[in-house]
């Protein structure tokens, strides 16, 4: 009787046992749903960075033939004045073998090559500057001597007085000190490398030219 009663006493309740198993099976559910949650999570959080991320990019500006035969730029007869000092003509002449050999084929006003013989100085250089979209102005220490070249300089000024991109300074041999009053509003090209200033004087014509062309061709839209 006694073994028996013990025996009664030391076998589990089937209460306890299953609210046991219940408890364990709800706690491994919740654990196996947290891995899915948190992938869940992680892809959403992926797809709102990846969205945050990707900007709209800016547009470039269409593509402008200015050699069609619709340019504005056939509306002058000259792409590029050269204003210089005939003792810098060298340089000049270097520079201008280089503008007319672009695949622009650039057009070059050249005073000594270009001027009509026993017409007045004054009149080819003011029909110079008058029948050409840009003006280089080349600043040497003759330039800043020669009252020629500070008449063509003051000349261009009064045709485009806005710094727009037509006068164009390129300051060889002078100190940044002596850069002229008149053209200190305007960014200039130093002179240390050839070559990379002849690069820099075909990239600025060039690019008012187009602008000059996409203006005309979107005007008449």
């Known amino acids: 009787m006694a073994g028996w009663f013990r025996r009664l006493l030391q076998k589990p309740k089937q209460s306890s046992i299953h609210a046991s198993s219940s408890s364990h099976s709800t706690t491994s559910h919740s654990l196996s749903s947290s891995p899915s949650s948190f992938s869940s999570s992680s892809s ?5 960075s990846s969205s945050s991320t990707s900007t709209a990019q800016p547009s470039r500006p269409a593509p402008v033939d200015i050699s069609s035969s619709s340019s504005a730029r056939w509306a002058k007869s000259y792409d590029v004045c050269i204003c210089h ?5 060298e340089f000049v002449e270097e520079l201008v073998s280089y503008l007319e050999s672009q695949p622009q084929s650039l057009r070059c006003f050249l005073q000594l090559r ?5 017409s007045a100085v004054m009149t080819e ?4 500057v008058q029948n050409s979209h840009c003006w280089v102005m080349l600043i040497t220490p003759s330039f800043l001597q020669d009252p020629w070249c500070r008449y063509q300089m003051h000349q261009a000024l ?13 300051l060889k041999d002078i100190d940044r000190k002596d850069y002229p009053r008149e053209l ?11 070559e990379n200033s002849f690069r820099q004087i ?11 062309c996409r203006s005309s061709t979107s005007g008449m839209q």
């Open 114 to 118: 270009d001027s009509v013989a026993g």
């Open 158 to 170: 009064a045709e485009a007085p806005m710094a727009n991109g037509r006068t164009i300074p390129v």
């Open 85 to 89: 000092s005939e003792v810098d003509l």
């Open 184 to 194: 200190r509003n305007l960014y200039y090209i130093y002179v240390a490398l050839k």
């Open 44 to 48: 959403a959080w992926s797809s709102s």
């Open 202 to 212: 075909r990239d600025t014509v060039l690019r008012y030219l187009e602008e000059l």
């Open 125 to 128: 250089l003011c029909e110079a």
